[in-house]
Structures are given as structure tokens and as C-alpha cells.
């Protein structure tokens, strides 16, 4: 008897030198780089406001983040629109930024390896490291990040 093992559709998003893992449904939309509303007095990770859909909003760098550089924005630069997931009240979506265009994975179970830090701790928004199929990748705390937004959009409010 064969046994079908399932997978879970998944994205690598690429940063400037780290990857991202997060589930094919955690991003809404991609889009290029575009011009964003700058902000005064903004925190390091917030790159600027985002008009999509009719939405303000707070686009996130993963990299500031985790106390790192902002990273530089070239032709490969894109938006990746997050959907919620916690659902705060009036945050449905919220951004980040990614070095290009993010990669359909499909892992199943076993085939995930946590693996220790690649530089030290673990990171602010890092939920965990993991490697699989000889490639490294962060698996962001999607809760935390959309916490940031949402603590932005209604201080500003």
C-alpha cells in the first residue's frame, strides 16, 4: 500500500542574506517595489506606508527587525503583502520587504530540521531556524511582526 505523505505548500522569501519560510497562504500579494510614504520619526523596521487596495500600510523590514541594516532597494526589491494572522482589529494586512521573488516549497513532515543559530541567538521576529533539502531558512514570528504593525496603526491612529 502506498502512503501519501502531505506536504504543505510553503514560500522561500528571499531577504538580502537570509531566507524566509512562511505558509503559501501568509502572503496576500507580491508586488514590485514601489515608492512608499515616508514617515517621520519612524522605527528602524518601518520602511514606509504602503496605499494598497485602499489600505494604509506599515511596510516592515524583516532585517531591521532583528537589529540588523535596512536593507538597500534595487529591481529585485518587492512588497510582500502579508495577510493577518492574528487579525487584529483594523490590521488585516501589512507588509514586508523581500530581495526578489519568493519560491514554492512543499515540505512534509520529517523534513524539516531545526538547526542551531546561524550567528549567534535567535533574533527579534525569529520563531525558529530551521534547514531542509541543504538550504537554511528562518521561520519569521508572523504573530510578532503583526504585532509591530498593529501597535504602529494605532499609535498613529
Known amino acids: 500500500m502506498d502512503v501519501v505523505q502531505d506536504k504543505v505548500r510553503s514560500l522561500l522569501v528571499p531577504l538580502r542574506d537570509r531566507t524566509l519560510l512562511v505558509p503559501n497562504i501568509a502572503i496576500a500579494e507580491l508586488i514590485p517595489w514601489q515608492d512608499l510614504a ?11 506606508i504602503l496605499n494598497w487596495r485602499g489600505y494604509e500600510l506599515p511596510v516592515i523590514s524583516f532585517e531591521a527587525v532583528r537589529g540588523d541594516a535596512r536593507p538597500a532597494t534595487d529591481d529585485q526589491t518587492h512588497i510582500a503583502v502579508m495577510n493577518s494572522v492574528r487579525g487584529e482589529q483594523g490590521v488585516p494586512f501589512y507588509a514586508l520587504v523581500t530581495a526578489g521573488i519568493p519560491h514554492l516549497a512543499r515540505l512534509g513532515e520529517g523534513e524539516l530540521q531545526h538547526t542551531g543559530a546561524f550567528d549567534g541567538v535567535a533574533a527579534s521576529g525569529e520563531l525558529a531556524r530551521v534547514q531542509f533539502d541543504n538550504q537554511r531558512a528562518i521561520i519569521p514570528d508572523l504573530d510578532a511582526l503583526e504585532a509591530l504593525a498593529a501597535d504602529y496603526v494605532r499609535q498613529v491612529a
Open 38 to 48: 515616508p514617515v517621520d520619526s519612524a522605527p528602524d523596521w518601518l520602511m514606509g
